[in-house]
């Protein structure tokens, strides 16, 4: 499974793995007109989605995911 422990810090900024709790934080953030305008055109994202979402990276051998922070402040996420 994807879920690891790899975290990484520059000064106040993180790298840290995608938890459950980051999940909707990251759905909000993703559904967000003024970001999603940058990624990848897939629609609303549902709470469902999001954790069947969730629930198949966790599946995933091959993909990294991390959650950047600032202060401990969520931006964003970013796979590897």
């Known amino acids: 499974t994807m879920n690891h422990n790899i975290n990484y ?3 106040n900024i993180k790298l840290q793995p995608i938890k459950k709790n980051d999940i909707e934080y990251l759905r909000k953030w993703r559904n967000e007109k003024k970001n999603n305008m ?3 055109q897939i ?3 549902t ?3 999001q954790r ?3 629930d198949d990276y ?3 051998k ?3 995911g991390f959650c ?4 401990n402040e969520l931006w964003c996420y970013v796979k590897i």
């Open 52 to 54: 069947q979402w969730y």
């Open 38 to 40: 940058y990624l990848r």
């Open 58 to 60: 966790l599946k995933r």
């Open 43 to 45: 629609g609303h994202i």
């Open 9 to 11: 810090q520059y000064e």
């Open 68 to 71: 950047i922070k600032e202060c």
């Open 62 to 64: 091959d993909e990294l």
């Open 47 to 49: 709470s469902y989605e």
